[in-house]
């Protein structure tokens, strides 16, 4: 930016389209380590890119993780979690329809 102000922005790409953006609950699940949702971050956004069709959404983190903290559970119970195998851990995700989490970005900025 002009004024000097310098934003940092961490990259997650699926290589499917999805209506949903999966927030990563677990990192390793077994040991308890928490997801990027859960955990602080050293970035301001996220961008959250859908390859086919070359969508990206801009999301930011602090506004991303308050709706997480405000709605999560309800999300788990209502969207349930996925897992991913990878060697030696398994991930948790919960798969949230991308116009509810926008929503609830929204609704997380208003205090």
Same mark, same amino acid.
């Given at each position: 930016? !002009?004024? #000097? *102000? $310098?934003?940092?922005v961490?990259?997650k790409v *699926?290589t499917?389209?999805?209506?949903?953006?999966? %927030?990563e *609950?677990w990192s390793?699940e077994e040991r308890? &380590?928490?997801?990027?949702? +859960?955990?602080p971050? !050293?970035?301001?956004?996220? !961008?959250?890119a859908?390859?086919p069709s070359? *969508?990206c959404y801009? %999301?930011?983190?602090a506004?991303? +993780?308050?709706?997480?903290?405000?709605n #999560?559970?309800?999300?788990?119970d %209502?969207?349930?979690?996925r897992r !991913? %195998?990878? =060697?030696?851990?398994r &991930?948790?995700? /919960?798969p $949230? =329809?991308?116009?509810?989490?926008? #929503?609830?970005i929204a609704?997380?900025? /208003?205090?």
């Amino acid at each position: 930016m !002009a004024c #000097g *102000r $310098v934003f940092t922005v961490d990259e997650k790409v *699926r290589t499917n389209d999805w209506p949903d953006i999966l %927030l990563e *609950r677990w990192s390793d699940e077994e040991r308890a &380590t928490p997801g990027w949702i +859960q955990k602080p971050l !050293a970035c301001d956004f996220i !961008a959250y890119a859908f390859a086919p069709s070359r *969508r990206c959404y801009l %999301l930011p983190v602090a506004p991303l +993780q308050r709706a997480w903290r405000m709605n #999560g559970r309800h999300w788990i119970d %209502l969207y349930g979690e996925r897992r !991913a %195998l990878n =060697p030696g851990y398994r &991930t948790s995700n /919960v798969p $949230v =329809p991308i116009e509810t989490l926008m #929503g609830a970005i929204a609704a997380a900025m /208003v205090l």
